[in-house]
């Protein structure tokens, strides 16, 4: 069972709905991811994760998440980091392969992209070792069923859509007047500096 999430976090990820601004959730714990899921209006991403099932690690994404995910409309990016395709150094093209068709197959075409990391990786696939190896990838996708429209989604189509619904929903809320969402901390006010307990 979830818990609520926080009043700060529902404020931060309104807000970050009003504004436009993706909220991205690589970096969170499951029960944030729960959380953020739970609040956001508009659709959530993982920039740089791959697929818990397949390597247990907490940049990864459950299933659960996954299911959720696509119920929000929002996107898997698939890190190329071998630590989180195989959980070792070393880890293949076949590696990638499997986490995307994984999160494909749980969350659906619409909610899987690359997110590669190389900018911040030390341990990359056998070959998949840089962008340059991306029609590897891509031929190994076709040869296992992919067709170019669900590459075509793969490789940025999908990243596209959420950039417009998270964009739409704030040109929504701007045309609506949403003002600001903001937590007030209760000031004591006979003295609004005196940070001691009574």
Not at 38 to 50: G, N, Q, R
Request: charged fraction near 20%; aromatic fraction near 8%; hydrophobic fraction near 35%.
């Amino acid at each position: 069972m979830s818990l609520l999430p926080s009043l700060s976090l529902q404020t931060i990820i309104r807000e970050m709905n009003r504004l436009g601004m993706m909220v991205d959730l690589s970096h969170v714990s499951k029960g944030t991811m729960r959380d953020a899921l739970e609040v956001s209006e508009a659709p959530v991403i993982f920039s740089h994760s791959s697929a818990y099932e397949l390597c247990n690690t907490s940049r990864n994404v459950q299933d659960d998440i996954l299911q959720a995910l696509a119920k929000n409309g929002g996107l898997v990016m698939v890190n190329f980091y071998s630590k989180f395709l195989s959980c070792s150094d070393n880890s293949t093209v076949h590696d990638a392969v499997a986490h995307i068709n994984h999160i494909k197959r749980v969350a659906g075409i619409d909610h899987v992209g690359l997110g590669a990391g190389y900018d911040g990786i030390n341990y990359t696939p056998k070959g998949l070792e840089d962008v340059s190896s991306y029609p590897t990838l891509f031929a190994e996708l076709l040869g296992g069923g992919w067709t170019i429209d669900e590459l075509t989604k793969l490789a940025g189509g999908n990243f596209l859509r959420v950039m417009q619904q998270v964009e739409k929903l704030r040109d929504d809320k701007k045309a609506a007047g949403i003002k600001p969402f903001e937590d007030h901390p209760n000031f004591r006010t006979d003295d609004p500096y005196n940070c001691t307990s009574s």
